[in-house]
């Protein structure tokens, strides 16, 4: 019974928790310290290596979270209608795996850079260690479980999977008794990605929202330049 109220607390309270204080901690965060709001780019310190890490990071983990928004959350009769639960389960094992590597060698990149030059680990604050070193686990947890997944591909074990995290946004109470027989790994991962959630106001992630909010930019109304009549200015002499 203790188990039950424990994996009740992991997957099913815990996951509000770190979603409650995501969203009312970022928005505390903007408004109190808007000039912390920024990503604190490290190029002027030392530019090297940073483009190439941080492109196959960025790269990389932005396919991740993309699929795991269309393969998690997409409505599942349009799932059913394009692809079989099987064959779901290995686009998500081939093209979750291909971006992975990518973004793990890319943070890997960005990790040893940080940690090797003098100037960046004097100029870095503990908190940073800390969120590429759990972005660095996630990513490993992620990628440990496409050799498990190709063990069951018959797909129950995603669609499983897929039902605890759209009964999560559906707010839907018997959503972590879909846990209680998933394999550790699994389990970890989803962990470790709500912990993620949970420190980012408090860490330099918060200008994520700035990212997505840029979207607003492509459907932003047209700019409406006036140039001064130039005849209007001149001066009549008399």
Not at 197 to 214: E, Y
Request: hydrophobic share 50%; charged share 15%.
């Amino acid at each position: 019974m203790s188990n039950e109220y424990l994996n009740t607390f992991l997957f099913g309270v815990y996951p509000y928790i770190c979603l409650v204080v995501l969203l009312l901690g970022s928005l505390i965060r903007f408004d109190r310290e808007p000039y912390t709001w920024k990503s604190d780019s490290s190029q002027i310190l030392r530019r090297g290596r940073l483009r190439s890490g941080s492109n196959l990071f960025h790269y990389g983990v932005l396919t991740v979270v993309i699929g795991h928004f269309v393969g998690f959350l997409s409505p599942a009769w349009a799932v059913d209608w394009a692809l079989s639960p099987a064959q779901h389960q290995l686009v998500a094992m081939v093209a979750g795996g291909i971006a992975g590597v990518i973004a793990i060698i890319g943070l890997s990149i960005v990790i040893h850079r940080r940690i090797v030059d003098p100037r960046l680990r004097l100029n870095s604050r503990k908190m940073d260690f800390v969120v590429i070193i759990m972005l660095w686990l996630q990513l490993a947890l992620g990628l440990s479980t496409v050799p498990l997944s190709a063990q069951h591909m018959d797909g129950v074990m995603f669609a499983q999977l897929s039902a605890y995290v759209s009964g999560i946004v559906t707010f839907n109470a018997g959503a972590a008794s879909l846990m209680l027989d998933v394999p550790l790994v699994y389990k970890l991962h989803v962990l470790l990605g709500f912990s993620i959630f949970l420190i980012s106001p408090f860490t330099r992630m918060v200008h994520i929202w700035s990212g997505i909010g840029s979207l607003a930019y492509l459907f932003r109304p047209y700019q409406i330049v006036r140039t001064p009549d130039r005849r209007s200015k001149k001066v009549s002499r008399t």
